[in-house]
């Protein structure tokens, strides 16, 4: 059984700053990765951030220059430093891990459930 917890969602003025963590826990041999998404009722799902175990990392043209995403894989955390947040940024934040249960098992994947984050104008 693997879990996934966000932590840090929040309401913020536009222009403000939050911290998102995200952490991994249970029966796994090793995380290969993670990612955060949003999503905003009525609207697909979206990719914001990705981060491998090695320190690759992946954003969403939206939040370029603006988001820093960065992992501590002796925690199996992940975090999202959001700066300049804007009111299109509002929207329930979901980490997603990549894990492995064996060295060279397959891969699976586990679902957080979700992080609000409002900005307000």
């Known amino acids: 059984q693997v879990q996934v917890a966000e932590s840090g969602g929040g309401l913020v003025q536009a222009g403000g700053s939050l911290r998102l963590s995200c952490a991994a826990s249970?029966?796994?041999?090793?995380?290969?990765?993670m990612a955060w998404h949003r999503q905003v009722p009525g609207k697909q799902r979206e990719m914001v951030a990705t981060i491998t175990s090695s320190g690759r990392t992946e954003y969403a043209d939206s939040v370029k220059g603006r988001f820093t995403v960065s992992g501590d894989s002796a925690k199996n955390t992940a975090y999202l430093q959001m700066t300049r947040l804007t009111p299109e940024d509002t929207a329930v934040y979901y980490c997603?891990?990549?894990?492995?249960?064996?060295?060279?098992?397959?891969?699976?994947?586990?679902w957080g459930s979700g992080t609000q984050v409002t900005v307000s104008s």
């Open positions: 249970g029966n796994f041999f090793s995380v290969d990765g």
């Open positions: 997603l891990a990549v894990y492995r249960t064996t060295r060279s098992g397959r891969i699976y994947d586990m």
